[in-house]
């Protein structure tokens, strides 16, 4: 059988734009290394932004919102901001994923589980692609196997070196402990160089650890030992301890090649200053669904189209962000410190996390208060002295 698109990957990406696709009549096949439920290393924040995105019901998987966040630089000198709105809800990335594969299933997608993808072979406008010694055809093929995933090296579209180390630990904690920390995201920004710490509420556990997003830094596991230290943690019993690449996205690059195209963490979709990472999973499906939807009947041209799409909807906002990331991780403490003095400025960047704001007005914000800053500085020492 020949199939309008095969996916590689049923994470957040690849079963999205298969659920989009398959309801909007193709014939879609996504093909899963893994058997769901599969586990994958990660916070489980879905923000405020990102949930606009998903327009059918999902409370089910929901395990806890967040209205609360508070940042730190190395246990000291807390910002709090408290919303209105949610900014996240918290999910366990097993049950969350099941039901977005179980959603593209129903919309009319074949599932194959157990099915890495080997090889992938572009002829004549035909992809063949190989997985679990079975050859399957599609017109377009979909990376969406992340960032371990083998489709951007076997398309020619891989970047080494774009990745940071995480080392992610679900902790137990006594219901009392937990009741407390309802509601409330901590992220302290000098648990790690080039990173943060955190810790998020789940339902009967914690989501912590550490991420930095280059790969210079080393000896996670101390600095997690150490974040938990200082966050009431040292002695909570360790769950599970995993390690795991994040993306560092906000490079302009490409992301497609004849007949194929890469969406969220297998095209670097990833925010280099918070690590979101779901939001652009979801966002370049949509983006991807799009394009080959308004290709129909010129499925070549989908791949450019997408691209463009993605260059100006997602990579441009990733690209500030990388901006901002630069100054503020290369001075950590100065920054906070900054942050600490201004907490509007900890508020816009909620606002961003809500969809409601952008790194672009975040960094006329943070030059504002610099100037202001400056301009105090230059009249205190212009004053005459008696
Ligand atoms: C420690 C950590 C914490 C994070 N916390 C957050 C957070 O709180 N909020 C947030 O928004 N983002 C977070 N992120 C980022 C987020 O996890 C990713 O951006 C997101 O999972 C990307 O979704 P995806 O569908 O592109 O890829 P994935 O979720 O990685 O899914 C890829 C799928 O492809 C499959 N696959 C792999 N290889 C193959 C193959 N060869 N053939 C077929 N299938 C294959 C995998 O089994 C997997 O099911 C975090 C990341 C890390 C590492």
Redesign the pocket.
């Known amino acids: 059988m020949k199939y309008d698109v095969v996916i590689?990957?049923?994470?957040?990406?690849?079963s999205t734009l298969a659920r989009r696709l398959a309801g909007a009549g193709l014939e879609v096949l996504v093909?899963?290394?893994?058997f769901m439920p599969?586990e994958?290393?990660?916070?489980?924040?879905?923000?405020y932004k990102?949930a606009r995105l998903l327009d059918f019901p999902w409370q089910d998987v929901i395990e806890d919102t967040v209205h609360t966040a508070v940042f730190s630089y190395q246990g000291k000198s807390e910002v709090t901001v408290r919303l209105k709105t949610p900014l996240a809800y918290m999910v366990t990335?097993s049950s969350f994923?099941r039901m977005l594969a179980d959603r593209a299933r129903q919309a009319g997608a074949c599932l194959v589980e157990g099915?890495?993808?080997?090889d992938i072979a572009v002829e004549n406008g035909l992809v063949t692609v190989a997985?679990a010694g079975e050859t399957y055809h599609g017109r377009l093929f979909v990376g969406?196997?992340?960032?371990?995933?083998?489709?951007a090296m076997l398309l020619g579209l891989h970047h080494p070196g774009e990745t940071g180390p995480?080392l992610?630990a679900e902790v137990a904690c006594p219901p009392e402990v937990l009741e407390q920390k309802r509601g409330t995201i901590r992220l302290d920004c000098g648990a790690v160089p080039w990173g943060y710490g955190w810790v998020?509420p789940k339902r009967d556990r914690l989501s912590t650890?550490v991420?930095a997003f280059t790969r210079k830094v080393k000896e996670l596991k101390k600095l997690l030992g150490g974040f938990l230290a200082r966050e009431g943690l040292g002695s909570a019993r360790i769950l599970s301890l995993r390690g795991?690449?994040?993306?560092s996205g906000g490079r302009k690059k490409r992301i497609h090649s004849r007949s194929a195209l890469l969406?969220?963490?297998?095209a670097g979709l990833?925010d280099p200053f918070s690590?979101?990472?779901?939001?652009?999973?979801i966002k370049s499906a949509h983006l991807a669904a799009e394009a080959i939807l308004d290709s129909r009947a010129q499925p070549e041209g989908a791949p450019g189209l997408y691209q463009s799409l993605v260059d100006r909807h997602v990579t441009a906002e990733l690209m500030e962000a990388r901006r901002l990331a630069r100054v503020f991780y290369t001075f950590p403490r100065v920054a906070f410190g900054l942050v600490e003095k201004n907490p509007d400025i900890a508020g816009q960047l909620c606002q961003i996390v809500c969809g409601e704001g952008n790194y672009s007005g975040l960094k006329e914000a943070a030059a504002e208060v610099i100037r202001a800053i400056l301009s105090r500085k230059r009249t205190a020492g212009s004053l005459p002295h008696h």
């Open positions: 590689a990957g049923a994470g957040p990406a690849g093909l899963e290394k893994e599969r994958k290393p990660c916070g489980g924040g879905i923000t990102a990335r994923d099915a890495p993808v080997k997985a969406a196997d992340g960032v371990n995933g083998r489709s995480t992610e998020f650890g991420g795991y690449p994040i993306p969406i969220g963490d297998a990833v690590g979101e990472g779901i939001y652009y999973a």
